[in-house]
C-alpha cells in the first residue's frame, strides 16, 4: 500500500516576476469568490431579487473574510506576538505574510451579513436569516477552494499516518506520510456544497428559513471538530489542550447551527424570498348587472 502515498513537493507559487509572486493559495481563494457571484446571480434571478445588490454583496464578503480571518488567527492563536509588540501589531495589517483563521472569518461574515440585510433586505423582501441561508451553500463551495489552496501551501496537515493515502509534505522536510487534513475538510466542504445546493434546486419551496445555514454550521464545524483530532497543532500551546482552540471555537458554531435548525422548524418561514407584490391578485368586482334568474 505504500506505493499510494503522495509525496508532496509542489511549488506554492504557481510565477515570480521580479519582487511579484503569483500563488495558488491566492488564484483559489479568488476564484471561491468568483463561483459564489455566480451562484447568487442564480439565487437572484430565481428568487426575483436585484442583480445590482451582487458587487456590493462580493465587496462586502471580501472585506468581512479577509478581515475577520485575520483578526481571528491574531486574536485567537498568536494574541502574545501580535499583541506584544509594534512590530508584531502592524503584522496584523500584512494577511500575506500568512495567518488566516476560518473561525473569525465566520464571525465577520456574520456581521456583515447582518449590515447587508437591514440596508437592502426592506427593499427587496429578503431578511438576515435569508442571506444566510443562500450563504451557506455559496461559503461551502469557497471553503472547498480555500483548503485546497493550504494543500498547495503544504500547511495545516496532520500528524504521522500508515493510511494509504498519507501525504510526504517534503517542502518542509517531512519524511514520514501525514494525514492530508486539507482534503479532508476539503472534501467535507464540497459534498456539503453539493448536498446543501440540491437541497436549493429540487426542495426549495418545502424548505424552511435557517435550515439551510443551521444544516451548514451543524456539518461544516461539526466536520472541523472531529479532523482536528488528527491535525497538528499549529500554535505551541495547544499541545498542552485536552481539546484544541479550534475545535473549542467550533463547539458555539455548531450549537448555533442547532439554534438555527430549531428556528426552522418552529417559525416554518418560507425559505424562499417572498414578495408581496408578485403574488396573485385578487379577483375584482365586475360591474356588470347578474342575469336574472
Known amino acids: 500500500m505504500e506505493t499510494l502515498i503522495v509525496h508532496w513537493n509542489v511549488d506554492p507559487a504557481i510565477l515570480r516576476i521580479g519582487g511579484f509572486e503569483l500563488r495558488w493559495y491566492s488564484l483559489l481563494f479568488v476564484a471561491g469568490f468568483v463561483l459564489g457571484w455566480f451562484i447568487f446571480q442564480g439565487f437572484f434571478r430565481r428568487e426575483k431579487i436585484s442583480e445590482k445588490l451582487l458587487d456590493p454583496l462580493l465587496y462586502t464578503l471580501l472585506i468581512c473574510t479577509i478581515v475577520g480571518a485575520r483578526l481571528g488567527h491574531c486574536l485567537f492563536y498568536q494574541p502574545d506576538y ?30 456583515g451579513m447582518w449590515w447587508f440585510a437591514r440596508r437592502y433586505g426592506r427593499k427587496e423582501d429578503f431578511d438576515f436569516v435569508w442571506i444566510l441561508d443562500h450563504l451557506a451553500i455559496a461559503v461551502a463551495f469557497a471553503a472547498f477552494f480555500i483548503r485546497l489552496g493550504n494543500l498547495f501551501n503544504s500547511e495545516i496537515y496532520g500528524g504521522p499516518t500508515d493510511l494509504p493515502w498519507g501525504f510526504v509534505y517534503e517542502r518542509n522536510g517531512e519524511t514520514v506520510p501525514k494525514h492530508p487534513t486539507q482534503l479532508y475538510e476539503g472534501l467535507t466542504y464540497l459534498l456539503l456544497g453539493f448536498v446543501l445546493y440540491a437541497l436549493y434546486h429540487w426542495r426549495l419551496d418545502k424548505m424552511y428559513r435557517g435550515s439551510f445555514v443551521g444544516i451548514f454550521l451543524v456539518v461544516c464545524f461539526g466536520g472541523r471538530f472531529l479532523i482536528e ?10 499541545e498542552s489542550m485536552l481539546l484544541n482552540m479550534g475545535q473549542l471555537l467550533s463547539i458555539p458554531f455548531v450549537l448555533l447551527g442547532i ?30 348587472a347578474k342575469p336574472l334568474s
Open 82 to 111: 501580535y499583541l506584544g509588540s509594534w512590530a508584531g501589531f502592524w503584522e496584523i495589517f500584512m494577511p500575506w505574510k500568512g495567518g488566516l483563521a476560518s473561525h473569525g472569518g465566520t464571525i465577520a461574515l456574520l456581521l
Open 229 to 238: 483530532f488528527v491535525k497538528n497543532p499549529q500554535v505551541e500551546f495547544e
Open 259 to 288: 439554534g438555527f435548525l430549531v428556528y426552522a422548524y418552529v417559525k416554518k418561514i418560507p425559505a424562499r424570498a417572498v414578495h408581496p407584490e408578485l403574488g396573485p391578485k385578487k379577483k375584482e368586482a365586475t360591474h356588470f
